[in-house]
C-alpha cells in the first residue's frame, strides 16, 4: 500500500547547519498495517512523515501510494489517499467553521468539489451518525463553531474527519501528545477503533512508548535519519520497554538515559 | 436633509456591492488585496467605454464583471504561482490597472490613446433604461404624495433607482450567501482559516484563492459600472481609497450587527455600507468641513469603528459579570438561610 523507496533528505546543504535527516529510508507497508513510529527528537520521524504526505518532497527517492508512483504529486493531490491528524489540535480543523461544515469538506475530499450545498439533510445524517460514535455529544452540537471546542474534542473531531472517507493511508502525527492523559487515553481508544472499523492502512509517530507498544501490529525506532530497528507482528506482543531500551543500547552502543523524559515511560 | 440622506442611501447601495467584494477577500481569504482601487475603475471604464460606442448597458455591465474578475485572478496568479507577498501582489496589479484604464476608456478617443474620463450625459444607462419603465408606473407620484402628507419637502424625483438598486444588491447578497455556502465556498473560507488543513483535505489551496479574488474583484468591478452609470461619467481617479471605504463598511457593519452567521455578516457589511455614506454626507453638511476632508472624515469613522466596540464589549462583559456575581451571591445566602 505505502512504499519508500530509498529516501534521502538533506537540510540546509553545504551550510554548517547542514542535516541529514533522511539517509536511504526503506520502507513498506502492506494493506491493513499498522505501524508506529519511535525515536528521539530529530531523529527524522516527522520529515517521513512529511515526506508521505507530500508537504516536504524527497532530495533523492521514490514514494508509492497504492501501486502510484506519487513523488511528484503536491500534497493536495496526495491528500485524496491520505488521511492526515497533526499535533497541535489547532492544525486539523478550521476553527471559524461549524462542525457539520468541517465534517462536509472532509466529506468532499475524494471527490471534486463543485458548486453544490455542501451541506444537506442527507449528509447532515451521515455526520450526525459519524459524530455518536464519539460518545462526546457532538452531535447535537452541529451548528456549533469548532473554535469552540476543546483541544481533545477537536481532536476527536480531527481524527473523524481524517479517517470519514476511509483513505488508502492514514498519517497520524504525535495526534495525543498535547492533550491531557485521561483526553489522551480516550484519543487512543478511538484511534484503534477507527483504524480496526475500516483496517486502514496507519503510520503513528508517538513519543509514548506504552502507546507504541499497545497500538498497532509493526514497530520501528528511528535515530539519526535511520531506521534501527523494526519490529514485526509476533515479536511486537512480546516486547516491553525494557526490552526496547536494551534494544536501543545494542545497536547504538549509547545508553538511551538522555531521552527517557523524551519517551515519558 | 430627506433629500442628502435619500442620496447617500442610493449610493450607499452601489458601495455595498465594492464592499461585499472587499469583505470576500479582507475576511473569507484573509487576503489584504489593494486591487480593488485599480479594478473599481476598471469595471467603470469598461462600462463607459461600452455605453458610449452604443452597447447596450447591460452587456456593458457584464463585461465589466468578467474584466473585474480576470484582473483579481492576475493578483491571485502573482500571489500563488509567483509567490509575491500579498500586499505588494494587490499594489503591483493596482498600478498596472491604472495604465490599463487609461488605455480602455482611450478606445472612445479618436485623436488620443489615453483618457482620463468619459462623461455618460446623455447616454442610456442601467438607470435610465430603467426610470423609463418604471416612470409609466406611476410610483413616484404615489410615494411622494404619500410623503408630502407628514409635511415633507424636497423629495426625491424618482424612486425608481433605490429600488432597482435595492433589488441587484439582494440579489448578490444571496448568491454571494449560497456560494459561501457550496462546496467549493467551504474550501475558499477554510483557506482563510487554516490552509494547511485544507490542503491536507485535497483541495488545491492555490486556485482557491485565485477563484475566491476573482469573485471579489467581479464584485468590485460590478460597483464601479454601476456608480459610473449613476454618476453619469467615469473618471480615472474615481477609485483612489477605494479600499478603505470598502473595508470602512465591513468593519463598521460588523461592528453594529454582529458576525454570528455568513447571512448576518453579509448583510452588516451592506448596512455598514450604507451607514458609512450616511455619516459622512451628514459630516460633510457640517459648515466647517470641506469636501476635502472626506479623507479625514473616513479615517475618523474607521478608527471609531475600531476602538468603541472593544469599549462597549468590555463595559457589556464588566455588567454582566456583576450581574452574575450579585446573582450567586444571593443565591448562596438563600441556601445558607435554609441551612
New interface residues.
Given amino acids: 500500500m505505502l512504499k519508500l523507496n530509498q529516501i534521502n533528505k538533506v537540510f540546509n546543504e553545504a551550510t554548517p547547519d547542514e542535516k541529514i535527516a533522511l539517509d536511504q529510508i526503506n520502507l513498506t507497508l502492506n494493506t491493513g498495517d499498522f505501524m508506529t513510529v519511535i525515536g528521539s527528537n530529530g531523529a527524522g520521524k516527522s520529515t517521513m512523515l512529511n515526506m508521505v504526505s507530500g508537504s516536504l518532497t524527497p532530495d533523492f527517492g521514490e514514494i508509492e501510494i497504492a501501486g502510484k508512483d506519487v513523488t511528484k504529486y503536491p500534497e493536495f493531490k496526495r491528500s485524496q489517499m491520505i488521511g492526515r491528524v497533526f499535533q497541535d489540535p489547532m492544525a486539523g480543523t478550521a476553527p471559524s467553521m461549524t462542525i457539520e461544515e468541517n465534517l462536509a469538506m472532509a466529506y468532499s475530499r475524494n471527490k471534486k468539489r463543485i458548486l453544490r450545498k455542501a451541506v444537506d439533510k442527507k449528509r447532515r445524517e451521515i455526520f450526525r451518525l459519524a459524530l455518536e460514535k464519539l460518545n462526546l455529544n457532538l452531535e447535537n452540537r452541529l451548528n456549533a463553531k469548532v473554535g469552540m471546542l476543546s483541544g481533545g474534542e477537536r481532536q476527536a473531531l480531527s481524527l473523524l474527519m481524517a479517517t470519514f472517507t476511509q483513505p488508502s493511508i492514514l498519517l497520524l502525527d504525535e495526534h495525543t501528545a498535547a492533550l491531557d492523559p485521561a483526553r489522551a487515553e480516550i484519543i487512543t481508544n478511538l484511534t484503534k477503533q477507527l483504524v480496526e472499523k475500516d483496517q486502514l492502512t496507519t503510520l503513528m509517530i508517538t513519543h509514548n512508548m506504552q502507546q507504541a507498544l499497545d497500538l498497532g501490529n509493526r514497530l520501528i525506532m528511528m535515530d539519526k535519519g535511520q531506521i534501527i530497528l523494526e519490529v514485526e507482528a509476533e515479536d511486537k506482543k512480546k516486547l516491553t520497554i525494557p526490552k526496547l531500551m536494551d534494544e536501543f543500547q545494542r545497536i547504538r552502543g549509547e545508553k538511551l538515559t538522555s531521552d527517557k523524559a523524551l519517551l515519558s515511560f | 436633509m430627506f433629500s442628502a440622506v435619500f442620496g447617500s442611501v442610493e449610493q450607499g447601495i452601489i458601495y455595498a456591492i465594492m464592499a461585499l467584494g472587499v469583505y470576500l477577500s479582507f475576511r473569507v481569504l484573509d487576503f489584504p488585496d489593494l486591487t480593488v482601487d485599480g479594478s473599481f475603475v476598471t469595471g467603470a471604464g469598461v462600462a463607459a467605454t461600452m455605453i458610449t460606442f452604443g452597447y447596450h448597458p447591460l452587456l456593458a455591465t457584464a463585461a465589466a464583471i468578467v474584466i473585474g474578475f480576470l484582473a483579481g485572478c492576475m493578483t491571485g496568479l502573482l500571489h500563488t504561482k509567483g509567490k509575491i507577498n500579498a500586499l505588494l501582489a494587490g499594489i503591483l496589479m493596482m498600478i498596472a490597472l491604472y495604465s490599463i484604464n487609461l488605455r480602455i476608456m482611450g478606445l472612445t478617443s479618436e485623436n488620443s490613446i489615453g483618457r482620463p474620463n468619459i462623461p455618460l450625459l446623455n447616454a442610456e444607462t442601467l438607470y435610465s433604461k430603467f426610470y423609463s419603465f418604471w416612470s409609466t408606473l406611476g410610483i413616484d407620484t404615489t410615494i411622494n404624495n404619500f410623503f408630502e402628507m407628514f409635511g415633507l419637502q424636497y423629495l426625491p424625483s424618482t424612486w425608481g433607482t433605490l429600488f432597482i438598486m435595492t433589488i441587484i444588491v439582494i440579489i448578490i447578497k444571496l448568491v454571494v450567501d ?2 459561501l ?7 475558499i ?2 483557506t482563510g ?2 490552509k ?10 492555490d486556485n482557491l484563492v485565485i477563484i475566491g479574488l476573482g469573485f471579489s474583484n467581479a464584485l468590485v468591478a460590478f460597483s464601479g459600472a454601476l456608480l459610473a452609470q449613476y454618476a453619469k461619467f467615469a473618471d480615472i481617479g474615481m477609485g483612489i481609497g477605494m479600499i478603505i471605504i470598502g473595508l470602512a463598511s465591513v468593519i463598521i457593519g460588523e461592528a453594529i450587527f454582529g458576525t454570528k452567521t455568513i447571512m448576518r455578516t453579509t448583510l452588516a457589511v451592506i448596512a455598514g455600507a450604507i451607514i458609512y455614506r450616511i455619516v459622512l454626507g451628514l459630516a460633510l453638511r457640517i459648515d466647517f468641513l470641506d469636501t476635502g476632508d472626506m479623507k479625514i472624515i473616513t479615517a475618523t469613522i474607521v478608527i471609531c469603528a475600531l476602538i468603541l466596540p472593544q469599549y462597549f464589549e468590555k463595559k457589556r462583559e464588566k455588567n454582566r459579570k456583576l450581574k452574575r456575581h450579585a446573582e450567586r451571591l444571593s443565591l448562596k445566602k438563600e441556601e445558607n438561610s435554609v441551612a
Fill in positions: 449560497w456560494f455556502k457550496t462546496e467549493i465556498g467551504l474550501a473560507r477554510a482559516d487554516n494547511k488543513m485544507i490542503r491536507s483535505l485535497s483541495a488545491n489551496t
